[in-house]
């Protein structure tokens, strides 16, 4: 077999692997119905946890369930799948608030990239917002 012709077999056989995963919803991103779906998401993971608040992102790719003083729980959309977390202040290494709706998380976990969330009311970023920060930390960098 030619040179030429092993490089197209593969070109194509890369190419049709490609178009069978984006066609099958591998490239899709899994969003929540509504807070209904996270509690259920979330319980499914720590059935133990009983939040009080759940707030959901603008776009429904994640909710932020309030778990009680500096804890909250995160449900947050990776692909088609969910990922489950129980986070406090002390997990969070940076957190910005982006504007009047949505803030930036960065935290010290390597199996969690954080990222930018915006919400679509004012008061449940800055909820957010709050559970998340570390008072403690900000108290002594004064």
Excluded at 23 to 37: S, V
Excluded at 38 to 49: K, T, V
């Amino acid at each position: 077999m030619s040179l030429p012709v092993l490089v197209v077999l593969v070109v194509f056989g890369i190419a049709l692997s490609v178009a069978a995963v984006h066609f099958t919803g591998g490239t899709t991103t899994a969003t929540l119905a509504g807070t209904d779906q996270a509690l259920q998401r979330f319980a499914e993971d720590f059935p133990d946890e009983k939040p009080a608040a759940v707030r959901l992102t603008a776009d429904r790719r994640a909710a932020f369930l309030e778990l009680g003083p500096a804890r909250a729980g995160i449900v947050s959309s990776i692909g088609d799948c969910f990922l489950t977390r129980i986070v406090t202040p002390r997990d969070i290494l940076a957190l910005t608030v982006d504007d009047q709706l949505s803030i930036s998380i960065r935290p010290n976990d390597f199996t969690w990239q954080g990222g930018r969330f915006a919400f679509a009311d004012e008061a449940d970023a800055k909820a957010v917002a709050a559970a998340l920060q570390d008072h403690d930390r900000t108290r002594e960098a004064a």
